[in-house]
Each structure stands twice: as C-alpha cells, then as structure tokens.
C-alpha cells in the first residue's frame, strides 16, 4: 500500500504529519492544516490539471524550443530572449553575454503584461526626473547612461491567498461628565470576537534575486487585467529575467502582505471604542494560488565608485523609483557658492548700516 503524500497548498513543499498537534505542517512555510483542509485543495488542484488545454501545452513546448538562455560570466545574471538575439548585454553589469543554452518548461511564464510606455516616453520620463536632482553625477544621465537603459521583463510570482483568521480582543468605551464639584469617568470593557476568512487577489513578489525588492515594491500597482497568456512574441526587442527565487522563497513575503491586510481589515470592524486592546490573534493562510508572470520595468543601473545605483520605471504606468548616486564635489561647490553668497550680504548690510 502506497504512503499518501500532500504538498503544501501554500509552498508546494513535502507536508509532514504532526503528532502532537494532530495537524499537517510545512517546515518551510510553516503553515498548518487539517486533513479535510488538504484533499479539499488537493481536489481542486487535479481538476485543474485535467483542463489543461493542448493550446496552452503547445505554447510551452513553443517556449522551450525558441527561448534562449543567456548568462553574463561577470555577475552570473541569466537573461531570457528570443532565439535570433544573436549578442546583448547584462542588463545589470552592463558586460556582454553569452548564449547557454535552453530553458525548460517550468519557467514559462503563464502570463505577461506587455509595455504600454515606449523606450523615448521611458527616457524622457528619466531625464525628467534627473533634472529635480541637482548633485547626481554628470554621468549618470550622459547619451552613454541612456543608451543602457532596458526593457525588462521581470519575473513575479503573483498570488491570490485565502487566510483564515481568528481574533479576540477587549474594546473599551470611556464616558465622563461634571457633577456638583465632582468629575466621574465610566468605563465599560467589552469582549469582542472577529472570526472571518478574507480573500487577496494579486500579491506580488519579484523572484529575481538580483533586482531590490524594495525598488520593485516602490513601483506598484500594476493592472493585472491588461495581462495576457503567455506568448513569445511579446519577449520581442526586449530582455526577461530568469527567476532565481521560488514559491517557498517569495512566500513569507506574500504571507506577511496577507496577514497584515487581515489585520488591517479585521481591526477596521472594531470601530465605535475609545480603545481596542487585541488579546489573541490566530491567522492561518489556508491556500495560496500562484501565476508566474513577466512584468514590464524600464530599468537601469548607474555603477558609480564601486557602488550599484538601480532607477526603474513601471513600463505601464510609468511611476518610477530609485535612489541616485550622490556627487559630493558638486554638493560641496553648492554650498560653498552659498557660503560666499551669505558673506557677501553680510558684507553689503554692514555698508548700509554705515
């Protein structure tokens, strides 16, 4: 008689069977089930499967057959293009890289979101932005800077979770009033109890792990409703990053954005007290559904006294992020013109006086 063996409805990791708490448990995620919780899922995950359309296992054939996998043999970045690119560069490095080989199938994106913003709007909004920063470096926006400048397709993991969650907490209802020469103050102390099941669609997490997190999180929200099926030919005159961080890996980033939206929306049903003090807090992401997508990012990197400086623009809204190099010489001529400017009023007020 064959084991059954479940897989994590949240990391795809191996479940281990937990005597003590009589529940099933992921040592990666560390989530916990039930085992109706479990072939539930499991259920639903096979039908799935099974409606799998032969369109979409033509597609991925497609994309093994005429991706190419390019690595940079400086910095160890893997860059996905079309078969025919026939040279490019390190979108990160900025050195040249060199055809490696095929990918396979579990890296074809399921969807992507095309560029809406062309490579002269992405410049435009770039030089724009460097003309409100007065102490960048020269080079950073010289015709040399621009021209490494890329579109970028990075890959996300995109998830839609389901978290259960439990909370009790003491709300308290303070009332005063002036009586005669005395002041009394009344307090009530209420038990409430939220116990709900709230639904996220469309956390993202980039699973590239040389790209900043935090730069990608400062340059959402992308429309997920504008993205399409996968095909290559939206890969055409521009770069896709390989992912390089799975499910597990970005998962306590999209369970931590879960909870704390949980959080956020189960204190905002605690309304009507003057204070509310959580006692106990029990939340559990009970499913986790994932889309692996290419995401359009203008990106550039600025290498500047040994340092890497990255600017992004969201290639469909255009919003834009990024923490300039700082040139201290001009910063220091800056404020000496202004020191001399401070003097020579001084000097000029002390004529007046006289």
């Known amino acids: 008689m064959e084991a059954v063996q479940y897989k994590c409805p949240n990391c795809c990791a191996e479940l281990k069977f937990d005597a003590a708490k009589q529940l099933f448990g992921c040592e990666y995620c560390r ?56 040279a490019t560069f390190c979108y990160y490095c900025h050195n040249p890289v060199i055809l490696q080989g095929r990918l396979s199938g579990e ?23 460097c003309k409100k920063r007065w102490f960048v470096p020269r080079d950073f926006k010289s015709d040399q800077q621009l021209e490494k400048m890329v579109g970028l397709y990075v890959p996300f993991w995109v998830a839609d979770c389901n978290v259960k969650a439990d909370v009790n907490a003491i709300g308290k209802k303070v009332r005063s009033w002036s009586s005669g020469n005395y002041r009394y103050t009344e307090t009530k102390e209420y038990q409430i109890h939220r ?67 949980t959080d956020a929306a189960i204190r905002g049903t605690m309304k009507g007290y003057n204070s509310v003090s959580v006692t106990s807090s029990s939340m559990n992401v009970l499913r986790t559904d994932w889309k692996y997508m290419l995401l359009p990012v203008w990106f550039a990197t600025f290498h500047y006294k040994g340092k890497v ?5 969201n290639g469909q809204t255009g919003k834009q992020a990024g923490a300039p190099p700082l040139d201290k010489k001009k910063l220091a001529l800056f404020c000496a013109a202004i020191g001399i400017g401070i003097a020579l009023l001084g000097t000029v007020g002390g004529w007046l006086i006289c």
């Open 31 to 86: 989530s916990l089930f039930t085992e109706p919780e479990i072939k539930q899922v499991c259920k639903r995950n096979e039908e799935i499967d099974l409606s799998r359309s032969l369109e979409e296992r033509q597609i991925e054939d497609e994309f093994v057959q005429h991706t190419g996998l390019y690595v940079c043999q400086s910095c160890g970045a893997q860059i996905m293009a079309e078969e025919e690119t026939a």
């Open 107 to 129: 890296f074809k994106p399921s969807q992507v979101l095309p560029f809406q913003m062309s490579r002269e709007m992405a410049l435009s909004s770039f030089q724009a932005w």
């Open 195 to 261: 116990c709900a099941t709230v639904d996220f669609n469309g956390i993202p997490a980039d699973g590239s792990k040389r790209i900043e997190d935090e730069l990608m999180e400062a340059i959402e929200p992308f429309d997920y409703t504008q993205a399409c099926n996968f095909s290559m030919a939206y890969l055409s005159g521009f770069m896709a990053d390989k992912y390089d961080v799975d499910k597990s890996g970005v998962f306590p980033k999209i369970r931590n954005r879960a909870i704390q939206g």
């Open 309 to 313: 400086y990255e600017f992004a623009i």
